[in-house]
């Protein structure tokens, strides 16, 4: 059982950065893998950056180069920081995390890039 939450979105700039942070339920030294995904009103959900035991790190092309995602196993947090937002990257943002063939979501944080 992995509880997530989500925090740190809010209303930017266009060329702005935020810094968005998953606090776990339990230590992530245990978890196989961590990851942000978005989803925008009409679309389907997508995954913007992943981090994998080991730290192997993997990116959406709309966010290479822009994101970084990272993890503080001993706050048990998940972090994306994000920079050079463009109005594109509009979405509510979801942590995800993966054990045991079994995926859990937070609630999400809402991103919002104004032009």
């Known amino acids: 059982q992995v509880q997530l939450v989500e925090s740190g979105g809010g209303l930017v700039q266009t060329g702005g950065s935020l810094r968005l942070s998953c606090a776990a339920s339990?230590?992530?030294?245990?978890?196989?893998?961590m990851g942000w995904y978005r989803q925008a009103p009409g679309k389907e959900r997508e995954l913007v950056a992943a981090i994998r035991s080991g730290g192997i790190t993997n990116y959406a092309d709309t966010a290479k180069g822009r994101f970084t995602i990272s993890t503080d196993n001993f706050k048990n947090t998940l972090y994306l920081q994000m920079n050079s937002l463009k109005p594109e990257d509009t979405a509510v943002y979801y942590c995800n995390a993966e054990k045991l063939g079994y995926s859990y979501w937070g609630q999400g944080t809402q991103v919002t890039v104004s032009s």
């Open positions: 339990r230590s992530i030294f245990s978890i196989n893998a």
